[in-house]
C-alpha cells in the first residue's frame, strides 16, 4: 500500500508540475515510468468496483490525472477510463473523454469490459419526453436523486456544487407537472441574481419537454386557482415568498416547495427569514412535498427534523462529484520577489510541487498580485475567476488585469453589451472599458440584465477573466476553469467560513469541458481563516439556533440599545420577531427550550423575562407577516398611526398624484421614528429621491445620470464609478431591501388602524408601495411583464403597447408579446432579445 500512495503521489506532482509549467517558468521533474502507470491503471480500475465514496473518488482522480499527464501509454489510458468513468457512474466525464481523446469512435475495448460498460450506462439512462425517443444519461447520483424525488414526500440532500442537482430538479418538475394539473410550486433561491436564471431554466424545460398552459412567475402575484391550468411555477427568494404569503388576495395555495441553497438558513437575518417562510408555508398551505437541496453539509437530516418532516421523508449525502478540484497553495519564497512555492493540498496533506519563477513580483499589492496571477493563468485562453472581498475591489483588480493584457479583438456581442451599458445604464460606467479588453466584474447589486449579461459572456467564453464578489457563493451559476482567492471574506468584510470555501471552490471545473478545476490560494498562511482546510462536510444549524446557543444575549443588547454592528442588531431584530411571534401564536415560551443547556440557562431565563415585558397589542397576523421587525417596533407604529386624527396626508397614493412626493415624504418621517431607522438629512433625501424615481418607472440610466452630474458638480474629486457603485447600492439595500420591508409593514399597520376606526374607504385608496419599490414601477403593465420574468429594463420600453382591462392576468401579455411586431417597438437589442427568449 505504501509503494501505491507513493505513486499516486508521483503522480499528482506530475500532473500539477504540467499544470505550472504551462503557466510559469517550472523545472519538472521526469515523467512517470510505464511500470508505475501500469501499476496506477490496475488500481483505479479496482477502486472503481468500490461502494465507498472516497476510494471512488479517488479512482476519478488517478485515471483522470493519468489521461492528462501521459503520453507514451496515452492509448491505454484511454481505454482504461473509459471503463473506469462508467463504472464510477461519471458519465458526463466519459463524454468529456471522447469527446477529447476518441471523437465518436468506440474505443478498442475487449468485448466483456464493453458490455459492462453498456449495462451501466443503460441502468442509468432516462427518458425524458413522453411519447419521444429523447433520452438522458444521469450519473449514479443524478438517478438516486431522480428516483428519491418521485418517490418521497420530502426530501434533503446534500451534494457537491457540481453535481448537477438543478439538472434533476428540472426533470423531476416537468415529471411533477404531467402527472397532475392544478399544481402551485415554490422554488426558493437565496437572491434577486438567481431568480432570472432558474426561472430561465424552468422554461427552456417546459419548452423542451412541450408542455404548455404552465404559468411561470417571479413576482408575489398568485395566480387565482381557477386560472391555473397545468400549474403555477413560482420562482421566489425568501423575501418574495413572505409577500406571497401575506398577499391579501386570498387566491394563493403552495402544493410542493423547493428550497434550493437550503445551507443558507444558517445565515443571519436573511436565514432566519428563510426559516419563517418555510414554517408559515407548511403550516398555511397544502404543502405535499418538500425538498431540500445544499452543497456538501454533514447532516441533511436536520432540515426534515427541523421542519417536522422525519416520519414521511428521506434524506441523503453524496460526496462524490463529477468534477474535482486542485488545491493549489501559492508561497512567498524568502528574499526571492519572482519566485513563488508552490504546493498541492489534496486529501489533508499538503505536498510540495516546486519553485516557479515569475515574470513579476510576488511581492506587490494585493490586487496587483491576483491581476498578475490571473494574467498567468490565462495564458492559455482558459476561463479564470478572481474572487474578490467588495464591489470596488472586483473593479480595481479587473482595471488591473486590464492593463496587463494585449490587443483584443471586439466580439459583435460584447460591442452590442457595451452599447447597452452607454444607452442604459451610464456611457462612463467601468464596466466598458473592462470589457473592451475580454475583462468584467461581477457583483450583486449590479442592474438584473447587466448582471446577466456579463454571466451570459462569460459562460459562451467571450468574457475569459470574470472578477467576482460573494454573489458566487449564493448560486450564482459560474463555473470556471480557474479561481484564484486571496484572504477571502464573505458578507460584510467576515472571515470565510469553511462551508463558504468549499462552495466557492466547487465552482472549479466545468462539468463536460474539465476533468479538474483549480482553485489558487494566494499565501494562505496569511489568512485571516484557514478556510481552505479542514473536513470537506460541515455541520450547520439554522441562524436562529446558533443566536439563542448563548441563550439569546444579542436580543438582550437589543432592547438594550447595546448593539453597534448593524448586522447583529438585523440577526437579533429578526431573532426577536421570530420568538416574539412564535410566543404569541402558542401562548407560552415552552418552545424556547429547546435552546437550553447548562450553560446558557440563566441567560436564557434572563432573554424569556425580556421577551414577556414587551407589550403589543397588534393583531398575531401581522406579527407573523412581519417577523423579521421588531414586534416593539411595530407596535410604536400602530400607536403612532392610532393618534393621527386626519388620514389623508399618510395614504400611500399614486406616484402620479398631486403631492405624493409629500406624502412619501410624511411616510418616510414615520417609518424612520418608529422603526429607529437612523438616517442624515442628506442621506435620507438621496434615498428619497431615488426611491421617487424609481417608482415613477424613470429609467436608471438617467437616475445615475442625475446622480454623477450633481456628485461632479458637488464634489469633483469623486471617482465616477464609486458615485455609480454607491448609487446603485442605495438602490439595492436602502430602497429594494429595507424600504420595502418597511413600507409593507406600514401599510398593514395603517389597513389595521382605519379598520378600527370603521374608516374603509380610505383602505380601498392605499396604493402597494412595497410592490412599487421592489419592483421599480407602479405602471400595471410594467408590473405584469416583470412577473413573468421580464427586466424592468424591457418592461418599461413594452408599457404603453398594452391595453389590457384591470384584471387581466399577467400572462395574457405573453399572449400578445407572441402575436407582436417586435421589431417596430424601440428598444435596444438586448432588451428584443429578452422578449424573444421569452416567447420562444
Known sequence: MEDMNAAILNLEKAALQNLLAQKFELDKDPALEDSEIDKLIGYSSILSLSDNPEEASLSYEIITRLLECTESKISGVVVAAEIILSRIGNFPGRDLLRKRYTGDTQTSIPTMLKLEAIARESENTIFTNEGEEKSAILTDFQFKLLNFLSSEKSLSVSAPTSAGKSFVLSIDLISRIRKENKQSIVYIVPTRALITEVSSRIRLSLKNSKIDGVVVRTAPFPVPKDKIDRAAVYVFTQERLMSFINSDEGSQNITALIVDEAHEIQKGKRGIILHSAIEIAIRKFDVKNLFFASPLIKNPVYFLSLFGKLEEGKYFLEAVSPVSQNLILLSEVKNKPNKIEASLLSRGVETPIGIVTTNFKFRDPKGKKKANIAHSIYSGGESVIVFSNGQGEAEDIAFE????????????????????????????????????????????????????????????????????????????????????????????????????????????????????????????????????????????????????????????????????????????????????????????????????????????????????????????????????????????????????????????????????????????????????????????????????????????????????????????????????????????????????????????????????????????????????????????????????????????????????????????????????????????????????????
Open 401 to 840: 488585469i486590464k492593463s496587463l493584457l494585449g490587443a483584443f479583438d471586439i466580439p459583435d456581442e460584447i460591442s452590442t453589451f457595451i452599447e447597452f451599458i452607454k444607452s442604459e445604464i451610464h456611457p462612463k460606467h467601468p464596466l466598458i472599458e473592462s470589457l473592451e479588453s475580454g475583462v468584467a466584474f461581477h457583483y450583486g447589486s449590479m442592474p438584473s440584465l447587466v448582471r446577466s449579461g456579463v454571466e451570459e459572456l462569460f459562460k459562451g467564453g467571450l468574457v475569459k477573466i470574470l472578477c467576482c464578489t460573494s454573489t458566487l457563493l449564493q448560486g450564482v451559476n459560474l463555473p470556471a476553469k480557474h479561481i484564484i482567492i486571496d484572504n477571502p471574506k464573505s458578507g460584510k468584510g467576515n472571515p470565510m467560513s469553511r462551508s463558504d470555501f468549499l462552495n466557492l471552490s466547487g465552482r472549479a471545473g466545468r462539468l463536460v469541458q474539465e476533468f479538474h478545476g483549480n482553485i489558487w490560494c494566494i499565501n494562505p498562511s496569511t489568512w485571516e481563516s484557514s478556510c481552505h482546510t479542514g473536513e470537506k462536510l460541515q455541520e450547520i444549524s439554522s441562524a436562529i439556533s446558533e443566536l439563542m446557543a448563548d441563550g439569546g444575549t444579542a436580543i438582550q443588547k437589543l432592547l438594550e440599545s447595546s448593539l453597534d454592528s448593524e448586522k447583529e442588531k438585523d440577526e437579533a431584530e429578526a431573532a426577536f420577531g421570530k420568538i416574539f411571534h412564535d410566543y404569541r401564536e402558542s401562548n407560552s415560551l415552552d418552545f424556547i427550550e429547546q435552546f437550553r443547556n447548562e450553560k446558557n440557562s440563566n441567560s436564557l431565563d434572563k432573554t424569556v423575562e425580556e421577551i414577556k415585558k414587551v407589550e403589543v397589542t397588534i393583531p398575531n397576523e401581522i406579527l407573523e407577516n412581519h417577523q423579521s421587525l421588531r414586534p416593539d417596533h411595530l407596535q410604536n407604529l400602530y400607536l403612532t398611526l392610532s393618534e393621527i386624527l386626519f388620514f389623508e396626508g399618510y395614504i400611500p397614493a399614486s406616484p402620479y398624484v398631486k403631492g405624493s412626493n409629500e406624502r412619501m415624504g410624511t411616510i418616510f418621517s414615520v417609518i424612520c421614528d418608529c422603526f429607529d431607522w437612523s438616517l442624515d438629512d442628506r442621506y435620507r433625501n438621496l434615498i428619497s429621491m431615488i426611491a421617487s424615481s424609481w417608482i415613477r418607472g424613470e429609467k436608471i440610466g438617467k437616475i445615475l445620470s442625475d446622480r454623477v452630474s450633481w456628485v461632479e458638480e458637488n464634489k469633483p474629486n469623486e471617482k465616477i464609478s464609486n458615485t455609480i457603485r454607491n448609487c446603485l447600492n442605495v438602490l439595492e439595500t436602502e430602497i429594494r431591501f429595507k424600504l420595502v420591508k418597511y413600507y409593507s409593514a406600514y401599510i398593514d399597520i395603517l389597513k389595521h388602524v382605519l379598520s378600527e376606526r370603521g374608516i374603509t374607504d380610505l383602505i380601498e385608496e392605499i396604493e402597494p408601495y412595497h410592490i412599487y419599490l421592489e419592483f421599480g414601477s407602479s405602471n400595471r403593465h410594467a408590473l405584469n411583464l416583470m412577473a413573468l420574468g421580464i427586466s424592468r429594463f424591457t418592461a418599461l420600453y413594452l408599457e404603453g403597447k398594452f391595453d389590457f382591462d384591470q384584471d387581466v392576468q399577467a400572462e395574457a401579455y405573453l399572449e400578445k408579446l407572441k402575436g407582436m411586431n417586435l421589431n417596430s417597438i424601440s428598444m435596444p437589442s438586448l432588451c428584443l432579445k429578452e422578449i424573444i427568449d421569452l416567447i420562444s
